[in-house]
């Protein structure tokens, strides 16, 4: 599965953007989806996960209330609708896949994703 993340940009404090994550050559349905971020050092960020039906979703806590996740089985794309950001929020935005069932970690945990998108860069002014 070939994932392609877009929307990125620069933004002032308090604006919104909305990512979206789409792929080319696999049907997404059948994919848990999941928004990381990582800002620069080595750690990423789990920041939003949906599950294949779009039933079940989950926030790290820096993002409830303040972003969004959704998916559109017919269009293929998964989307992280971002509102209220903060200077915090500054990183690279990666959308990653994982084909159920989970391994055991969590939507949360990077491992449990066997594919990745390029990722797009998400710059948040004072």
């Known amino acids: 599965v070939q994932l392609q993340a877009s929307g990125g940009g620069l933004v002032q404090a308090g604006g919104s953007l909305r990512l979206s994550c789409g792929a080319s050559?696999?049907?997404?349905?059948?994919?848990?989806m999941g928004w990381f971020r990582q800002a620069p050092g080595p750690e990423r960020e789990f920041v939003a996960s949906?599950?294949?039906?779009?039933?079940?979703?989950d926030y790290a806590d820096s993002a409830k209330g303040r972003f969004t996740i959704s998916r559109d089985n017919v269009g293929n794309t998964v989307a992280l609708q971002m509102n209220s950001l903060k200077p915090d929020d500054t990183a690279v935005y990666y959308c990653?896949?994982?084909?159920?069932?989970?391994?055991?970690?969590?939507?949360?945990?990077?491992?449990?994703?066997?594919?990745w998108g390029q990722g797009t860069l998400v710059t948040v002014s004072s």
């Open positions: 990653a896949a994982y084909l159920p069932p989970l391994r055991g970690l969590g939507p949360s945990s990077p491992r449990e994703y066997d594919y």
């Open positions: 050559g696999r049907t997404l349905s059948y994919y848990g």
């Open positions: 949906i599950n294949p039906s779009g039933g079940t979703v």
